[in-house]
């Protein structure tokens, strides 16, 4: 007998219950027309994810809990469509990262999470408790059970829901993006879902929330571990998936995205939900005639539109004509507003108000950080006036060793590349011309520079890039130590400097705006060292 399940991809707003729940009767009424017996929604879908620490507060269980119970009743106009939904749970004292089965205006079961991560990004163990109990139904002669996200990637629950009879296990997800996500999704179900002889059915969180990015890509997966259905990345969808008994009938699949092509969708999803979840009217971006504020004025045009951003060129006595040139001619492709205010006057009068102080002294990195953070008042309040939010153009490889300037270049509201290495950002333009050629070959080829001195480039204070972001990689994100990152070629003495500037520049970091994660270890949530600290790695 053929069973019908829909999936219900969807792009939730934390705290958005009216909004949520919107969406979730939408993908019902869409279920409905398909004939589905099931739609089946991501991890807290009602609420959305992480609501961090607004699980504290008892308002938010209780008004959570209405709202459920509203939903099942405005569900209830889809006779005998089971609508599985994620919600937070206040019983008996305790709280629980939930699922319930609504069918005709009631909630006749619901499952409670057992497996609550701890590491990462996630710190639900802070929120949650667990449970022990399965939770499964029989719909047309099968078996179903319901785990939440985390729960699949041990065996245990899956092995609960399999001894309670279970033959098709629902899984509601939250799994935010990194690169190479998806691959590990896949080998962690078939171990722990498929090997236990159970169909996979994984609804998966589409969307942004502050720095994380949910990229959706539900899928199915039948007993022997085989991808029978596959959702697209980075959008919305709702799918119905039809069942012969247990087994999925199989769909063509989607073709899978480049690596470049997930990060760079992530970044223009994360500007997109950031800007437009917060109510900011657009963007504005110092423009430099870099690589770096040119791949994040291309992220921002494809996310909000030519007509929501405003790119502002402030050039400085150091400023080279070719940045002008490259500048105007990318600004031209783009279609965006684009305006020049030069920071000459302003950099004068600063220097005239402390001429009695720093006479007699050198000039060094002091009026350089003048000029970056003359910049950053300007661009601040041109983001006052307009309601628009300033995008910051830093790169990861800068944020790690403190190449940035604090209230300067650091200045606004969201770090779209603040976790994309400088080597990445290079491919990342290239993929994006790839599309469309926006972004100015000169850009791409001429060396890196702050413009902050004569004859500046990034290279005379630091290793290459290519050296500099391996070290980085190496010893952040992979966490190798000294001796490893020396057989792995690297000359100690930029070692010893990666690491010390890594270290030196932590309060620097603790004051960036946010933005988005795309690596497995992100400066922010992921990375969490003391910035008073004497231990030094020997």
Known sequence: MTVNVAIAQI?????????????????????SLEDADILLTPELS????????????????AKSQLALQALAQELAAYKDLHVIVGHPLAQDGLHYNAASVLLNGEIISTYRKHALPNYTVFDEKRYFSSAED????????????????????????????????????????????????????HDVMRF?????????????LVGAQDELVFD???????????????????????????????????????????????????????????????????????LSGGVDSALTLAIAVD????????????????????????????????GVKYDEIAINDCFSAFRDALAFEFKDLPEDATEENLQARIRGTLLMALSNKSGAIVLTTGNKSEMAVGYCTLYGDMAGGFAVIKDIAKTLVYQLCSYRNSISDVIPERILTRAPSAELRPNQTDQDSLPSYEILDGIMQGYMEDGLGIAELLEAGYLKEDIDKIIRLIKLNEYKRRQAPIGVRVTHRAFGRDWRYPITSKFREQ
Not at 138 to 146: A, E, P, Q, T, W
Not at 160 to 178: D, I, Q, T
Request: charge should be negative; include cysteine; charged fraction near 15%.
């Open 303 to 334: 996310a909000l539109g030519a007509d929501k951003v405003r790119a502002v060129m402030m050039p400085s006595p150091y400023t080279a004509e070719i940045s002008w040139i490259d500048s105007r001619e990318m600004v031209q492709r783009l």
């Open 11 to 31: 792009n939730s707003t934390v705290g958005d219950l009216a909004g949520n729940s919107a969406k979730i009767v939408d993908c019902a009424r869409r279920a």
């Open 134 to 185: 399965a939770c499964t139904f029989s719909l047309k002669g099968v078996c179903f059970g319901i785990n939440i996200c985390e729960d699949t990637w041990f065996d245990e629950a899956p092995a609960r829901a399999r001894a309670a009879g279970a033959e098709v296990l629902l899984v509601l997800n939250a799994s935010p993006y990194h690169m190479q996500k998806q691959h590990l999704r």
């Open 216 to 286: 959706g890509g539900s899928f199915v997966m039948n007993a022997s571990g085989t991808i029978t259905n596959q959702l697209p990345h980075f959008v919305e969808a709702c799918v119905t998936v039809s069942f012969d008994g247990a087994q999925p009938i199989a769909h063509s699949l989607p073709q899978d995205l480049s690596t470049d092509a997930q990060v760079y969708a992530a970044l223009v999803l994360g500007v997109q939900d950031y800007v437009g979840k917060n109510g900011f009217t657009g963007a504005i971006i110092g």
């Open 192 to 204: 722990n879902v498929s090997a236990q002889g159970m169909t996979l059915v994984y609804a998966n």
């Open 46 to 61: 009602l609420v959305g994810y992480p609501p961090e620490d607004l699980l504290l507060r008892r308002s938010f269980y």
